[in-house]
């Protein structure tokens, strides 16, 4: 055999066996991967084995089987809801408002059923106000003002949409109770106390929520359903910022600003995040990044040792108040230290949110509506009848005088308002209205006074034979008419506040305590 058929067959005899470890190493590497990688080409493995070894040399050592594959990275694009926003759509979202909107669909008119779809944006806005607050550090005024831009739009809307639909007389007192209960959505500017406001906002629309129970009491009983359900809204409004935001909005300390926010969200959302990079080189030393806040910063700071105070500079003498009583006479820095010495900020007031309400003073059916009324010296209402009632409304600083005999007259949220009214056929009701005034020239059978701080109340000689019954109310001073006197001259007595209750006989005994001297 010559030298050239030789090394043809040792060529040949090298590529079988080359053709068999090829098919035991894909053999291994098929059971381990589950029969999911590819056979690559012998016939290509071997040609270029061929073609890179040497003839005569021995072959090289068979490559290392690659590792299995690893696992798909699966990446939760969708932010998780914070606690205190899933809380909002669990308590009063869904656990309260849906209910309302059905009962509400069921049984409205297209105008209230628009008023109560803006009702319903509204508290989607205030999510948004909310989301905003956990994922932010609290901003200034300015910057405050301008978030809740947004919430009063909504508010003032529901506003108009009630007085656009003053025709639908059947149920303007469903619009008012939806119009005055919006306003609730102001607890987000109270501090410390903004669930009392929440429950304050609740009790002014009692009224009207009253005379819907009353018009349709025998008519449809689904609507003191839609009653129960609006302020189940409202309870569960209070509910939730008891527990969540019991001294005020709750803000983000080591959140973002207002500002980084606004960027953030602005930007659109354009498909997961990219990966992750690969992990540094097993000899890097880089060292990891500082921390940005909260109480790894503290102890990062610690861990500078001598470095902390580098910033500082030494006090003079003649800086130091302990040292230097010109500096303490003159009121630079306060003699007294400790919490009492700052002045707390006042709060933003919550009327600022709810916008001002136009004026009302008209005649509805037998009812005389004067509503928002401010800075009036003298409104007069005049050619009333016996079966009329007149009705105010968070009036401020305003003097209403009724001349004839009327069946009633009602003061709900009125401050500084003053009321002559010559007679009245059933009673004088006056709730929440401090700083009032009344004078009855004719007769008035009943007076009804309740959580009212500062009254007066003029009689004349004809009234002396009035009730007058109070509950929860304080200063509230009667003028009765002086006896042999001129008209006009008057002798003030106050009503008594303080009372003692005894038991006798099983049973509780109430007297007024009088004090002698």
Avoid at 210 to 218: G, H, S, V
Avoid at 342 to 364: V, Y
Avoid at 464 to 493: F, H, M, R, W
């Amino acid at each position: 055999m010559s030298s050239s058929a030789q090394g043809l067959y040792s060529l040949a005899t090298l590529i079988k066996r080359l053709e068999a470890i090829t098919s035991r190493l894909e053999d291994v590497e098929d059971s381990r991967s589950g029969g999911h990688s590819k056979r690559q080409s012998t016939s290509t493995v071997t040609s270029a084995a061929v073609a890179e070894t040497p003839s005569g040399s021995p072959p090289p050592p068979p490559p290392p089987p690659p590792p299995p594959p690893l696992p798909p990275l699966v990446i939760d694009v969708q932010a998780q809801v914070p606690r205190a926003v899933a809380a909002y759509d669990e308590i009063v979202i869904e656990g309260k408002l849906k209910p309302f909107l059905e009962i509400n669909k069921a049984i409205a008119p297209p105008s209230l059923n628009e008023q109560v779809d803006i009702f319903a944006k509204v508290l989607a806005t205030l999510r948004s106000v909310l989301l905003q607050a956990v994922a932010c550090r609290k901003p200034d005024q300015k910057l405050f003002a301008e978030i809740l831009s947004p919430l009063q739009a909504g508010v003032e809307a529901v506003t108009r949409a009630k007085e656009a639909a003053r025709k639908e007389r059947d149920w303007f007192n469903h619009l008012t109770v939806v119009s005055d209960g919006t306003a609730f959505v102001g607890w987000v500017t109270v501090e410390p106390k903004p669930g009392p406001y929440v429950n304050a906002i609740k009790e002014s629309t009692a009224y009207y929520a009253d005379r819907i129970l009353k018009d349709f009491k025998e008519k449809d009983p689904r609507h003191a359903e839609w009653v129960r359900a609006f302020n189940g809204v409202l309870d569960g409004m209070k509910r939730y910022v008891m527990e969540f935001h019991t001294t005020g909005l709750v803000w983000n300390v080591s959140g973002m600003s207002v500002s980084e926010y606004k960027t953030s969200h602005s930007q659109p959302v354009s498909g997961p995040p990219p990966p992750p990079p690969p992990p540094p080189p097993a000899g890097s030393t880089s060292s990891p990044a500082a921390p940005v806040g909260g109480v790894a910063a503290v102890f990062a700071d610690l861990n500078r040792g001598a470095d902390v105070t580098k910033g500082l500079r030494k006090v003079d003498k003649s800086e130091m108040t302990h040292k230097n009583q010109a500096l303490r006479a003159g009121g630079v820095v306060p003699a007294s230290s400790g919490a009492a010495a700052k002045k707390p900020l006042k709060p933003t007031k919550p009327q600022a949110l709810m916008g001002k309400k136009p004026a009302k003073f008209a005649l509805e059916g037998n009812k005389w509506a004067i509503e928002y009324q401010e800075n009036e010296s003298a409104l007069e209402v005049t050619n009333t009848d016996i079966s009329q009632v007149i009705n105010l409304f968070a009036c401020k600083n305003t003097t209403v005088i009724i001349k004839g005999k009327v069946n009633a007259v009602t003061l709900v949220n009125c401050t500084k308002t003053s009321v002559l009214v010559e007679s009245v056929v059933s009673s004088v009701s006056i709730m929440k209205s401090p700083s009032f005034a009344l004078q009855i020239t004719g007769v008035a059978p009943t007076i009804q006074i309740d959580s009212t701080d500062s009254g007066q109340i003029y009689l004349s000689k004809q009234c002396l034979g009035v009730e007058i019954t109070t509950a929860k109310c304080s200063a509230i001073n009667v003028s009765l008419p002086v006896e042999g006197e001129e008209d006009g001259v008057y002798e003030e007595q106050a009503m008594p506040e303080m009372l003692k209750t005894v038991v006798q006989n099983g049973k509780l005994v109430t007297t007024i305590v009088e004090h002698a001297g």
